[in-house]
């Protein structure tokens, strides 16, 4: 390793040689914009199945529709405003909704450099600052996601900023502080309305402490300043939840997530849960009803809930403690080794135990959180992987220092005991960025992405004649392409599937090859053989291995039947 490059991001010394940390900053920050951009020209061939959610929300506002989905069945309850508002404002620049989700979070995946850097600098300085920061622009799961259109990259991003002013009101403890963090974890909860959790929590550790502290006045009211933040950026979704369901309410997500649990934990898969339907033909499964009936029909006491978050997190306790320790996606198992050693290799001071806590409570109820899921998905960790980048540039950086200290054992060349620790540090920090590119394509979150065929299928209907069209599918992909609003074909047998469908008259259903079995029971039969049905005419077949293949039959004279 060269000496300019030793001097700039690890000589205790010089500082940052050359460059100062606003350079420094603003140079990573256009850096990781470039890598997200060119992921996206490369790897956005098709809206993400979330993406197609939100996109559609955006479209459905600036028509006047109302905040609806592409499932046409009343009030989005279960995403966050924030990012569809935004997808809205930004697609009348750029005239398309895809377009704007996908600039919107490479903005904001550019834009995680900066919190990210400044936590770490406060917590160890700037030399990990620097590690901290090649981490955050260089990490194939960081640039993948802010290529989507998935809503995980602007609620990081948020999310960091929210702990970076609260740890500057813990540290400097000025009312303006407290603020910016209430006015931020707003913002992250109407990305994501699970902030809400992380800000109550923190606004009771503030009040709790507040008589035990020498600055008890400061600590009062700072944590009442960020209730009161919070709650004036929250207050217009809380308003909007409320009125929708006729009853005081900070989220409806929990209520969608308690039903299909409770189905889940009474012994169906997760897709009978979902997409379930009774011999009645009545939809059962949680995403076969609006989001209100759900919301409105959920019933549960305190003890339900301990016991619904006990149930799931027995559940899930395995798969995310394997995602963070073992999942080759984030860099693990040596990321995991470093935000290890970075967390217990040095001794914690009083300063570092209130900083350090901030990042330790917020992961510890991020896990929390995740327990509650009726199942996991790889985005779901990555509140967690902010914190763990934190801890492994901290780790990366003692074994700089251990490699220093032991080539310094046996050489007075300063130079030679100077590259040696920092080709260690960087060489573990490059292990970690390999890793998780060679087990990236390997997800399916990523590989939704790659599915151009299913933006050609429902470009193809979009062009086709007739009025509004309602599109059966497994996912939203080409209904969305098709300007269409959407019904998800039922988990059933065939036989009352059929029943089903003659019911909803769709205008088309769409079919995939190598659908999962777990997913329909009778989709790849169906695939193979055709729909059993005189009224299901094929009228699209097209893609070939390894891009997928995908089948479109028309429902003669279908008019869809509205709820």
Known sequence: MNEPLNDLLDSRASGWGRLSSRTFIVVAVIVAALLRIAWAVRHGLAIDQDGAEYCRIAQNLLSGRGYVGIFDNGPQLNYGPLYPLMIAGVSVVLRSTESAARAISIVFGAALVVPMFKIAERLYGRRVAGAVTALVVFHPALIALAASTYAEGPYLTLLMWALLWLMKWVTDRRIGASIAAGALFGLAYLV???????????????????????????TLIGALALAATFAVVAAPYVAFLTRSTGRFRIEGKGAIVYEWSQRINAGMTDQEAGRGIGADLSDQGVYMKPNLEVVNSASYTPRDLLVFLLKNARRNIGVIHETIVDEAALGSPILFALAVLGLFRAAWDRRRIALEGILVATGGMVVLILFSAPEFYFRFIYPLLGLLLIWAGKGADELREWGRVTVASFSHNERLVRTGGACLKWASIGLVLVISLR?????????????????????????????????????????????????????????????YIAKRQPSFIVLHSGTNPLSLPYANQWFDSGIPDRRAVLVYDRGTPPQERIEIYRWVDGTHTAL
């Open 439 to 499: 087990a990236l394509p390997g997800l399916f979150q990523f590989q939704e992405s790659l599915l151009g065929e299913r933006a050609r299928a429902g470009r193809w209907l979009a062009a086709q004649q007739g009025g509004r069209k309602w599109v059966m599918d497994t996912g939203v992909q080409v209904a969305y392409y098709a300007g269409g609003d959407m019904i998800y074909l039922p988990y059933a047998t065939s036989d009352l599937a059929l029943r």
């Open 192 to 218: 994501r309305t699970e902030a809400f959790v992380l800000a109550g929590a923190f606004v009771a550790a503030g009040l709790v402490a507040a008589p035990f502290v020498r600055d008890r006045r400061a």
